[in-house]
């Protein structure tokens, strides 16, 4: 029998089945992976009394595009950019979707690394991407195999699915074989695990983009989805890119494409999601649609979403994602808010002409209505929740799972606070995060992670992550390092 802990703090964030609620000096018990209670006082026994202290005591935030690898964005504002430079742009070469590098070692290096990244941010559930840059093909059943056993190790709850596609490239040539194999894999993978790992692993359905996945397999991935009522994370409306590469293809832009096929259902969930109409938008909400913004990862591409406020008003279910370093969901709340503000106040949009006029380019745009933290935090926690169909999750609530974050407010490096949600928004990261607590198991305490050997996960996390930035050389037509590719900031002067 697991013990009864009552863990107070100075600002608990409870539910009271319509919406968040903060009890000030409250407290939460819990029992194994059940929340008994959450509020002021509580009378019934427990085995112990864990105080916080002046601390935030929040419900596990739910990252819906965890990057469950070491490669993702460190260099992508460098690599990438609006006018193309071939000089640095990596070109495939014959060796590209040809082999996979990885070794299984390696693998379960870097998922148990990001794993112990998500935790330590507070993230207690994921719903993992991994970059498959320089796999043979897509994530094979026997990654995710790999993940399993990092998933139990390491603690975290996660939907997990291989994902699986038509061509190797944009526009490439169909390969039935691979297609056939890898969405196959990604059926079999869902009935074997999903609901293993005493519930913690969930399956859920990961198709590539639409321009590297035939419509007929999003279509059956899309009936598996609804048959057996479980996610399915569809990239999509990313960049100009793929409206350009629709357009001519189709005859029709992504989210119309999606409507005909009849893509579109409450299961479908659409990372980024920035290129859309406002007739999109309206038809997503329609279906009782999620999109997954990440503003970290979208502004390394100059992206951005416009704006979260009208998806929110319209009547998209917002939930966020972090899909880059670092992997800080405290910051992409406040990235997001950042962003929505520019779209608020037009100040990007506006130039400032020689004749002392002011041009601004969303003058047309309606105002929408002011977001504000509270929206953040739902956003990572209730409506992530909702986008996967968990009721219990997402929330401090009796009969909700236990996964609970407590971030430190003790700490001058916070400053002083107010309202707890807004001081978390505006004036905590990632590190203020004290405790992680998932499935009623302390996995992270005083910002050490449990049971687990930090110094030799760093440095087998290196030593994957070098393997990774040298795969450029190999891969690349001209065989140009990443050194070439993205040169360093400044000269570095070896000893
Ligand atoms: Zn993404």
């Known amino acids: 029998m697991s013990k009864r802990i009552k863990l107070t703090g100075k600002f608990v964030i409870g539910h009271d089945g319509n919406s968040h609620v903060v009890y000030e000096d409250g407290c939460v018990v819990y029992q194994g992976d059940e929340i008994l209670f959450v509020g002021h006082d509580y009378s019934g026994p427990v085995d112990e009394v864990w105080d916080t202290g002046k601390s935030i005591v929040s419900p596990g935030f739910i990252d819906l595009e965890a990057d469950v690898d070491t490669d993702h964005a460190n260099f992508d504002p460098v690599l990438w950019g609006r006018v193309p430079r071939p000089e640095a742009t990596f070109q495939p070469g014959p060796k590209f979707r040809t082999v996979d590098p990885y070794t299984d070692e390696d693998f379960s290096v870097r998922q148990k690394y990001s794993m112990a990244q998500l935790i330590m941010n507070g993230i207690t559930t994921a719903m993992p991407i991994c970059g498959e840059q320089f796999h043979g093909w897509a994530q094979t059943y026997h990654e995710f195999e790999i993940m399993a056993e990092s998933v139990k190790e390491m603690g975290i709850r996660a939907d997990l699915g291989p994902s699986f596609k038509s061509c190797g490239i944009r526009g490439g040539q169909v390969d039935e074989v691979r297609e056939k194999q890898s969405f196959e894999d990604a059926l079999r993978y869902f009935k074997e695990y999903d609901g293993t790992a005493g519930g913690m692993i969930r399956g859920f359905i990961n198709p590539c983009q639409i321009a590297i996945t035939r419509p007929e397999i999003l279509r059956r991935a899309k009936d598996f989805a609804v048959e057996v009522n479980a996610p399915m994370r569809l990239h999509a409306c990313e960049e100009d890119v793929e409206w350009k590469f629709m357009l001519p293809k189709h005859g029709k832009t992504t989210i119309d494409f999606f409507d005909e096929w009849g893509l ?170 004290r405790h992680t607590i998932i499935g009623g198991v302390t996995r992270m305490k005083d910002w050490k992670l449990v049971g687990v050997d930090e110094e030799k996960l760093r440095r087998d996390a290196q030593r994957v992550y070098e393997k990774y930035l040298s795969l450029f050389g190999e891969y690349d037509a001209l065989g140009r390092g990443i050194d070439q590719l993205c040169p360093p900031s400044f000269p570095i002067l070896k000893r």
């Not at 992206?303 to 009547?315: D, E, I, R, V």
């Not at 808010?337 to 506006?350: G, M, Q, T, V």
């Not at 105002?367 to 929206?375: E, H």
Request: with cysteine; proline share 5%.
């Open 264 to 433: 579109l259902c409450p299961q479908l969930l659409i990372p980024h999601a920035i290129t859309l109409k406002d007739s999109d938008i309206r038809r997503l909400a329609e279906h009782r649609m999620t999109v997954i913004h990440t503003p970290i990862a979208e502004i390394n591409y100059g992206a951005g979403l416009n704006s979260f406020s009208k998806y929110q008003t319209m009547g998209i279910n917002m939930s966020l994602g972090t899909d880059a370093q670092p992997v800080d969901m405290i910051q992409n709340m406040r990235l997001a808010w950042d962003i929505d503000r520019f779209c608020e106040w037009h100040s990007l949009a506006c130039r400032y002409n020689e004749d002392d006029t002011i041009t601004d380019l969303m003058a047309d745009q309606p105002d929408w209505p002011k977001t504000t933290a509270a929206d953040y935090f739902n956003a990572a926690t209730v409506n992530g929740a909702k986008a996967l169909g968990r009721d219990d999750l997402g929330k401090l609530a009796p009969g909700a799972r236990a996964d609970i974050v407590v971030v430190d407010l003790d700490d001058l490096r916070v400053g002083p606070y107010e309202d707890p949600i807004r001081t978390l928004v505006v004036s905590c990261v990632g590190n203020n995060v």
